[in-house]
Protein backbone atom coordinates (compact mmCIF):
# COMPACT_ATOMS: atom_id res chain seq x y z
CA UNK A 1 0.00 0.00 0.00
CA UNK A 2 1.25 3.55 -0.96
CA UNK A 3 1.90 5.90 2.26
CA UNK A 4 -0.20 8.70 2.38
CA UNK A 5 1.11 11.84 4.53
CA UNK A 6 -1.46 14.61 5.54
CA UNK A 7 -0.16 18.18 6.02
CA UNK A 8 -2.23 20.07 8.66
CA UNK A 9 -3.67 17.28 10.23
CA UNK A 10 -4.49 18.83 13.18
CA UNK A 11 -6.86 21.32 11.56
CA UNK A 12 -10.65 21.25 10.44
CA UNK A 13 -10.04 19.77 6.64
CA UNK A 14 -7.33 17.83 7.91
CA UNK A 15 -9.23 16.21 10.69
CA UNK A 16 -12.06 15.45 8.04
CA UNK A 17 -9.87 13.69 5.58
CA UNK A 18 -8.27 11.69 7.97
CA UNK A 19 -11.31 10.44 9.53
CA UNK A 20 -12.77 9.83 5.78
CA UNK A 21 -9.92 7.81 5.27
CA UNK A 22 -9.92 5.58 8.39
CA UNK A 23 -13.61 4.88 7.50
CA UNK A 24 -12.08 3.34 3.98
CA UNK A 25 -9.87 0.67 6.73
CA UNK A 26 -6.50 2.56 5.32
CA UNK A 27 -5.37 3.98 8.66
CA UNK A 28 -2.06 2.10 9.07
CA UNK A 29 -0.68 4.04 5.68
CA UNK A 30 -2.02 7.41 6.73
CA UNK A 31 0.69 9.66 8.70
CA UNK A 32 -0.74 12.71 9.93
CA UNK A 33 2.17 15.51 9.74
CA UNK A 34 1.39 18.00 12.19
CA UNK A 35 3.44 20.85 13.85
CA UNK A 36 2.45 20.18 17.71
CA UNK A 37 2.66 16.43 17.98
CA UNK A 38 1.10 16.17 21.28
CA UNK A 39 -2.06 18.21 19.73
CA UNK A 40 -2.36 15.00 17.81
CA UNK A 41 -2.62 12.28 19.84
CA UNK A 42 -6.28 12.11 19.40
CA UNK A 43 -6.22 11.70 15.81
CA UNK A 44 -5.50 7.24 16.45
CA UNK A 45 -2.80 7.38 13.51
CA UNK A 46 1.17 7.93 12.84
CA UNK A 47 1.88 11.57 13.28
CA UNK A 48 5.40 13.22 12.48
CA UNK A 49 6.29 16.78 13.71
CA UNK A 50 5.90 18.62 10.46
CA UNK A 51 6.86 22.71 10.59
CA UNK A 52 6.14 24.51 6.95
CA UNK A 53 8.71 26.98 8.85
CA UNK A 54 11.61 24.18 10.18
CA UNK A 55 12.77 22.12 6.35
CA UNK A 56 14.76 19.79 8.64
CA UNK A 57 11.54 18.47 10.28
CA UNK A 58 9.94 18.66 6.86
CA UNK A 59 13.42 16.36 5.51
CA UNK A 60 12.32 14.14 8.51
CA UNK A 61 8.39 14.13 8.02
CA UNK A 62 8.63 13.09 4.60
CA UNK A 63 10.49 9.90 4.47
CA UNK A 64 9.00 7.20 2.97
CA UNK A 65 6.16 8.66 1.60
CA UNK A 66 4.62 8.18 -1.20
CA UNK A 67 1.48 10.67 -1.88
CA UNK A 68 1.44 14.11 0.07
CA UNK A 69 -1.75 15.85 0.37
CA UNK A 70 -0.49 19.79 0.78
CA UNK A 71 -3.06 21.22 2.97
CA UNK A 72 -2.81 24.93 2.02
CA UNK A 73 -0.69 26.50 5.11
CA UNK A 74 -3.14 29.00 7.52
CA UNK A 75 -0.57 31.99 7.49
CA UNK A 76 -1.72 34.51 4.58
CA UNK A 77 1.15 35.94 3.27
CA UNK A 78 3.98 33.18 4.70
CA UNK A 79 2.24 30.49 2.30
CA UNK A 80 4.48 30.64 -1.01
CA UNK A 81 7.30 30.11 0.89
CA UNK A 82 5.85 28.05 3.55
CA UNK A 83 5.01 25.42 0.41
CA UNK A 84 8.11 26.04 -1.25
CA UNK A 85 9.36 24.05 1.65
CA UNK A 86 7.35 21.24 1.34
CA UNK A 87 7.78 20.72 -1.89
CA UNK A 88 11.61 20.44 -1.43
CA UNK A 89 11.36 18.69 1.44
CA UNK A 90 9.33 15.76 -0.65
CA UNK A 91 10.97 16.15 -3.84
CA UNK A 92 14.38 14.95 -1.84
CA UNK A 93 12.31 12.05 -0.15
CA UNK A 94 11.32 10.93 -3.05
CA UNK A 95 7.82 12.03 -2.61
CA UNK A 96 6.15 10.59 -5.72
CA UNK A 97 2.65 12.08 -5.93
CA UNK A 98 1.36 15.70 -4.50
CA UNK A 99 -1.98 16.58 -3.73
CA UNK A 100 -2.29 19.98 -3.55
CA UNK A 101 -5.64 22.47 -2.04
CA UNK A 102 -5.56 25.50 -4.07
CA UNK A 103 -7.99 28.19 -4.80
CA UNK A 104 -10.97 27.98 -7.16
CA UNK A 105 -9.97 29.37 -10.12
CA UNK A 106 -6.95 30.40 -8.94
CA UNK A 107 -5.43 31.68 -12.67
CA UNK A 108 -8.06 34.22 -12.44
CA UNK A 109 -9.48 34.79 -9.40
CA UNK A 110 -9.20 38.41 -7.97
CA UNK A 111 -9.12 36.84 -4.22
CA UNK A 112 -5.95 38.00 -2.49
CA UNK A 113 -5.65 34.57 -1.39
CA UNK A 114 -5.08 33.62 -5.31
CA UNK A 115 -1.35 35.24 -5.62
CA UNK A 116 0.23 32.37 -3.42
CA UNK A 117 -1.73 29.93 -4.33
CA UNK A 118 -0.96 30.61 -8.03
CA UNK A 119 2.70 30.68 -6.75
CA UNK A 120 2.31 27.26 -5.18
CA UNK A 121 0.72 26.11 -8.69
CA UNK A 122 3.74 26.83 -10.45
CA UNK A 123 6.16 25.55 -7.82
CA UNK A 124 4.42 22.20 -8.28
CA UNK A 125 4.33 22.17 -12.01
CA UNK A 126 8.26 22.85 -11.95
CA UNK A 127 9.48 20.41 -8.99
CA UNK A 128 9.12 17.28 -11.43
CA UNK A 129 7.17 15.58 -9.20
CA UNK A 130 3.37 14.33 -9.92
CA UNK A 131 0.43 16.52 -8.80
CA UNK A 132 -3.01 17.01 -8.66
CA UNK A 133 -4.84 20.61 -7.92
CA UNK A 134 -8.00 20.46 -5.89
CA UNK A 135 -8.80 24.11 -6.76
CA UNK A 136 -11.30 24.37 -3.28
CA UNK A 137 -14.09 27.15 -3.82
CA UNK A 138 -15.36 28.98 -0.57
CA UNK A 139 -16.51 26.51 2.52
CA UNK A 140 -19.97 27.27 3.68
CA UNK A 141 -19.23 27.38 7.30
CA UNK A 142 -16.78 30.89 6.09
CA UNK A 143 -20.08 32.13 6.09
CA UNK A 144 -22.11 30.31 9.00
CA UNK A 145 -19.47 30.52 11.61
CA UNK A 146 -21.08 34.37 11.81
CA UNK A 147 -24.55 32.95 12.35
CA UNK A 148 -23.69 33.51 16.09
CA UNK A 149 -23.33 37.60 15.61
CA UNK A 150 -25.73 37.86 12.91
CA UNK A 151 -28.35 36.45 15.40
CA UNK A 152 -26.91 38.83 18.18
CA UNK A 153 -26.93 41.79 15.65
CA UNK A 154 -30.11 41.15 14.30
CA UNK A 155 -28.83 41.68 10.59
CA UNK A 156 -26.40 39.62 8.24
CA UNK A 157 -23.51 42.13 7.08
CA UNK A 158 -21.09 41.58 4.34
CA UNK A 159 -20.06 43.43 0.87
CA UNK A 160 -20.89 40.46 -1.63
CA UNK A 161 -23.71 42.41 -3.16
CA UNK A 162 -25.82 40.32 -5.46
CA UNK A 163 -22.53 37.80 -5.85
CA UNK A 164 -23.53 34.01 -6.33
CA UNK A 165 -21.65 31.61 -4.08
CA UNK A 166 -21.25 28.28 -4.55
CA UNK A 167 -20.37 26.95 -1.70
CA UNK A 168 -20.10 23.80 0.16
CA UNK A 169 -19.13 21.89 3.26
CA UNK A 170 -15.97 21.93 4.50
CA UNK A 171 -16.74 17.56 4.64
CA UNK A 172 -17.58 17.12 0.61
CA UNK A 173 -14.22 19.32 0.30
CA UNK A 174 -12.21 16.67 2.49
CA UNK A 175 -14.73 13.78 0.02
CA UNK A 176 -12.80 15.12 -2.73
CA UNK A 177 -9.42 14.84 -0.75
CA UNK A 178 -10.03 11.52 0.09
CA UNK A 179 -11.62 10.44 -3.13
CA UNK A 180 -8.24 11.59 -5.43
CA UNK A 181 -6.18 9.97 -2.74
CA UNK A 182 -7.58 6.98 -2.78
CA UNK A 183 -8.42 6.93 -6.91
CA UNK A 184 -6.71 5.99 -9.99
CA UNK A 185 -5.70 8.74 -13.08
CA UNK A 186 -5.94 11.86 -10.95
CA UNK A 187 -2.27 12.63 -12.09
CA UNK A 188 -2.03 15.63 -13.82
CA UNK A 189 -5.49 17.17 -13.58
CA UNK A 190 -6.84 20.14 -11.94
CA UNK A 191 -10.09 20.20 -10.74
CA UNK A 192 -12.26 23.34 -9.82
CA UNK A 193 -14.47 22.30 -6.88
CA UNK A 194 -17.47 24.10 -5.74
CA UNK A 195 -20.98 23.66 -4.66
CA UNK A 196 -23.86 22.33 -6.36
CA UNK A 197 -26.34 25.22 -6.01
CA UNK A 198 -24.78 28.74 -5.60
CA UNK A 199 -26.54 31.58 -3.41
CA UNK A 200 -26.15 35.29 -2.20
CA UNK A 201 -25.80 36.67 1.40
CA UNK A 202 -29.47 38.15 0.75
CA UNK A 203 -30.44 34.29 0.35
CA UNK A 204 -28.44 33.59 3.21
CA UNK A 205 -29.94 35.56 5.51
CA UNK A 206 -33.33 34.58 4.47
CA UNK A 207 -32.28 31.16 5.19
CA UNK A 208 -31.47 31.96 8.42
CA UNK A 209 -34.62 33.80 9.28
CA UNK A 210 -36.71 30.48 8.28
CA UNK A 211 -34.77 28.48 10.37
CA UNK A 212 -34.79 30.58 13.19
CA UNK A 213 -38.34 32.55 13.09
CA UNK A 214 -36.51 35.78 13.46
CA UNK A 215 -36.25 38.34 10.62
CA UNK A 216 -32.51 38.23 9.68
CA UNK A 217 -31.91 40.86 6.31
CA UNK A 218 -29.09 41.24 4.45
CA UNK A 219 -27.39 44.04 4.82
CA UNK A 220 -24.71 45.06 1.87
CA UNK A 221 -21.97 47.49 2.97
CA UNK A 222 -18.99 48.98 1.21
CA UNK A 223 -16.05 47.63 1.27
CA UNK A 224 -14.85 50.05 4.16
CA UNK A 225 -17.62 49.96 6.29
CA UNK A 226 -17.86 46.44 6.01
CA UNK A 227 -13.77 46.29 6.99
CA UNK A 228 -14.74 48.85 10.22
CA UNK A 229 -17.90 46.97 11.19
CA UNK A 230 -15.27 43.56 11.44
CA UNK A 231 -12.74 45.56 13.31
CA UNK A 232 -15.75 46.87 15.94
CA UNK A 233 -16.07 42.88 16.58
CA UNK A 234 -12.15 42.55 17.20
CA UNK A 235 -11.19 41.16 14.25
CA UNK A 236 -7.71 42.69 13.31
CA UNK A 237 -7.10 45.22 10.82
CA UNK A 238 -5.78 42.91 8.47
CA UNK A 239 -7.61 40.05 8.64
CA UNK A 240 -10.97 42.57 8.62
CA UNK A 241 -9.80 44.06 5.07
CA UNK A 242 -8.96 40.83 3.67
CA UNK A 243 -12.04 39.71 4.24
CA UNK A 244 -14.02 42.87 3.00
CA UNK A 245 -11.95 42.37 -0.12
CA UNK A 246 -12.97 38.37 -0.28
CA UNK A 247 -16.92 39.62 -0.17
CA UNK A 248 -16.32 42.49 -2.89
CA UNK A 249 -14.63 39.93 -4.81
CA UNK A 250 -17.66 37.08 -4.45
CA UNK A 251 -19.96 40.11 -5.84
CA UNK A 252 -17.79 39.79 -8.77
CA UNK A 253 -18.47 36.05 -9.41
CA UNK A 254 -14.85 34.86 -7.87
CA UNK A 255 -16.76 32.54 -5.95
CA UNK A 256 -19.29 31.03 -8.39
CA UNK A 257 -19.26 27.80 -10.26
CA UNK A 258 -21.25 25.48 -12.15
CA UNK A 259 -19.47 22.80 -13.27
CA UNK A 260 -20.57 20.34 -10.78
CA UNK A 261 -16.36 19.06 -10.62
CA UNK A 262 -17.09 18.35 -6.64
CA UNK A 263 -20.26 16.07 -6.93
CA UNK A 264 -19.02 14.04 -9.56
CA UNK A 265 -16.28 13.36 -7.68
CA UNK A 266 -17.50 12.83 -4.51
CA UNK A 267 -20.04 10.81 -6.10
CA UNK A 268 -23.30 12.32 -4.78
CA UNK A 269 -24.20 15.94 -4.41
CA UNK A 270 -22.67 18.70 -2.29
CA UNK A 271 -24.32 19.16 1.43
CA UNK A 272 -27.23 22.20 0.77
CA UNK A 273 -26.78 25.68 2.34
CA UNK A 274 -29.93 24.98 4.14
CA UNK A 275 -27.82 22.07 6.21
CA UNK A 276 -25.19 23.37 7.17
CA UNK A 277 -27.05 26.49 8.70
CA UNK A 278 -28.94 23.76 10.13
CA UNK A 279 -26.23 22.27 11.54
CA UNK A 280 -24.82 25.50 12.70
CA UNK A 281 -27.58 26.33 14.38
CA UNK A 282 -27.75 23.91 16.54
CA UNK A 283 -23.58 24.64 18.10
CA UNK A 284 -25.01 28.30 19.28
Known amino acids: MKRIAITG ?4 LGRL ?44 ALQGIDTLLLISGSEVGKRAVQHQNVITA ?22 SLAGEHRATEQLLKD ?16 YTNSLGGALAGGAFIGSAGEGKISSAARADYAAAAVAVLTGNGHQGKVYELAGDSAYTLRDLAAEISRQTGKDIPYTNLPQEDYAAALGSFGLPEDLAQA ?12 LYDDSHQLSKLIG ?11 DTLKTL
Open 9 to 12: ATGH
Open 17 to 60: VIQQLKEKGTTDDIIGLVRSPQKAADLGIETREADYEKPDTLDR
Open 90 to 111: AKKAGVKWIVYTSLLHADTSTL
Open 127 to 142: SGIDYTLLRNGWYTEN
Open 243 to 254: IAGWDVSASQGD
Open 268 to 278: RPTTPLSVTVA
